[in-house]
């Protein structure tokens, strides 16, 4: 049966289940449209990054022999959607008896696609993305009738279930988890691996000169580029990474470095979510590395976690829980998000190395994106919606199945405990212990209040006072809570002043949270 077979951008490996059983007469369709590249206001390296990593993948299986139907986002004709992309396809090429698809990894377009039976002449497949470990089902079974989701206690059944670092039944090493070792903060003497960085090619110049056109006023740095986009290219980072990075990964996993974003991370994940490389390929060389004793269980074993434990862990809840999911807001959180977060304008100093990094390489690494925008995000009872569009734009490996539970539940607890067990919050001396940035900010990390103070001090209490009543029953915030409780009036009221000077010079104290 002569069949359309459509790939999506970030579906770009020949494993794919929609290319499962292709025939050489089969058209396979893939396609640059405005609704994908619009959505939202994406990073331009990302649209650029994912465009040449199509127009590659296109190549690639054209030099197999298949059949490739090409749509640039400039063709004359594009209908700038996916459908009717497809509906084109079908008009244009007679004989065509089906469609396969696999599943889309955002919700938004999974609704799309499960009107596509209905709105087709011919009969449509929708394929599960099997590129994952975890399938929905399999996570469904897990979760059903546990009171907690808990994270730890899932990776411990993939580890079992895919064999990484196990002897036998039991963890390598005797323990599962070794993340109490990977908490250092940087030695100020400490090398850092220079990274390999890829020169851009004939295909990703057009495109870069593509996205400059018809984005001039986007958010993010085109050049320079760097990404490898090719699946090779894509292994190599991988090769880098475990022979230079991986060693040191789990020490300072953690720590962050003014000007030094990339750190003893992987830099692989806008990869692993567009497919060039396998999650479980990646994971296993990590694991032959410490067999040939080139890296540290504490490394290799937290480095696997992240892949096989939270990525795994949320999709499957992203996709357990959606779509209620994105419409909670636990802490009723309401005010805009800041401008700075676009500009980078701000006298904080690790608020404005994260966003210039991100906007230099729509990368920022976890703690970057956790503990600093994150957290300042969550203090300061910024919309969850605002914040969950920033994240879902600015970073090349970001889609909603995995940008949504990190942001919306990690980051900003607005799932009211579904992911984390109490809020992130932190005050300054958190950012001070693992970083460097205090030393060359404005604010005064050890100041509590008044106009020097670091703001994350007196916002990380007003966000105890503004939540007091939400939160009173968590047990992780008892301490705490009872700490506030033996606040004078006069030391709250001045907690609420300093938070609310604050909040109008960055103009963002129109909207107030309503009190619990
Ligand atoms: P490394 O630190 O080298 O980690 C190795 C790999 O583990 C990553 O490549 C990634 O595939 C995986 N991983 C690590 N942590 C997580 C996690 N919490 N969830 C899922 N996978 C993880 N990750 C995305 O891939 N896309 C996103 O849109 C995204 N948005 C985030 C938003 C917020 C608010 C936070 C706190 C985290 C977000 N993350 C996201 C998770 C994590 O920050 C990135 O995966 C990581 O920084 C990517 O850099 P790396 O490849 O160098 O990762
Ligand atoms: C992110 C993205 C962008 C920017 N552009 C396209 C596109 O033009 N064509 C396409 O097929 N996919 C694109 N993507 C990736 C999709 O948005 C992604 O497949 C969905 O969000 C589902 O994860
Ligand atoms: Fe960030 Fe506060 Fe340190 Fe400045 S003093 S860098 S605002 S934590």
């Known amino acids: ?62 030099e197999e022999g298949l059949r490739v139907r090409y749509v640039r986002l400039d063709d004359p004709g594009n209908a700038h959607s996916l459908e009717g992309e497809v509906a084109r396809a079908l008009a244009d090429e007679a004989g065509l008896q089906r469609i396969v698809h696999t599943e889309p990894g955002e919700y938004r377009l999974m609704e799309i696609m499960r009107e596509w039976p209905d709105r087709f002449d011919v009969p449509v497949e929708m394929r599960a993305d099997d590129r994952f470990i975890c399938s929905h089902e399999r996570f469904a079974r897990w979760a059903s009738g546990k009171q907690r989701l808990t994270m730890e206690y899932f990776y411990r059944e993939m580890r079992r279930e895919t064999g990484l670092l196990m002897d036998g039944d039991e963890p390598e090493g005797g323990q599962w988890n070794y993340d109490a070792e990977n908490r250092k903060a940087l030695p100020a003497d400490i090398r850092l691996p220079r990274r390999a960085w890829v020169e851009p090619d004939a295909i990703t110049r057009d495109v870069m000169a593509l996205v400059e056109e018809r984005f001039p006023d986007g958010f993010g740095d085109i050049e ?54 396998d999650p479980m390929e990646v994971c296993r060389k990590a694991e032959r590395a410490w067999q040939d004793g080139k890296a540290p269980l504490n490394a290799v074993e937290g480095f696997i976690r992240q892949i096989i434990g939270w990525r795994e862990y949320v999709r499957g809840i992203y996709w357990h829980l959606m779509p209620e999911y994105l419409e909670r807001n636990a802490l009723n959180a309401h005010r805009p998000l800041p401008e700075f977060y676009w500009t980078a304008e701000t006298d904080m100093a690790c608020i404005a190395d994260v966003v210039n990094t991100t906007r230099k390489h729509a990368y920022a690494h976890h703690i970057q994106r956790l503990m600093v925008t994150g957290n300042f995000a969550l203090l300061a009872g910024i919309d969850p919606r605002a914040v969950n569009e920033w994240y879902l734009a600015v970073y090349a490996d970001a889609y909603e199945w995995v940008e949504a539970p990190n942001t919306h539940g990690m980051a900003l607890y607005a799932d009211g405990g579904v992911m984390a067990t109490k809020p992130y919050a932190a005050s300054g001396a958190y950012i001070d212990r693992m970083s460097d940035h205090c030393s060359k900010c404005r604010y005064d990390v050890k100041a509590k209040s008044g106009e020097k103070a670091c703001p994350f001090n007196y916002l990380y209490w007003n966000f105890m006072l503004e939540n007091e009543a939400r939160l009173k029953g968590n047990r992780r915030l008892g301490p705490i809570l009872s700490n506030l409780n033996r606040f004078s009036d006069a030391r709250r009221e001045a907690i609420r002043g300093d938070a609310n000077r604050f909040f109008e010079s960055i103009g963002i104290a129109r909207t107030q949270r309503k009190a619990s």
């Open 224 to 277: 320079p580029f760097g990404y490898a986009e090719t699946r090779e290219g894509a292994l190599e980072q991988l090769g880098w990474f475990i022979e230079n990075a991986l060693p040191d990964f789990g020490d300072y996993q953690d720590a962050l470095k003014d000007g030094e974003t990339f750190l003893f991370h992987s830099v692989l994940s806008l990869y692993l979510n567009c497919g060039l490389l």
């Open 1 to 62: 049966m002569r069949t359309l077979r459509l790939v999506l951008g970030d579906q770009l490996t020949r494993e794919l289940s929609a290319l499962r059983g292709v025939q050489p007469d089969d058209l396979i369709l893939m396609a640059e449209v405005n609704d994908e590249a619009s959505y939202i206001p994406h990073h331009r390296k990302k649209i650029a990054f994912l465009f040449s990593a199509m127009r590659h993948f296109a190549h690639s299986l054209r």
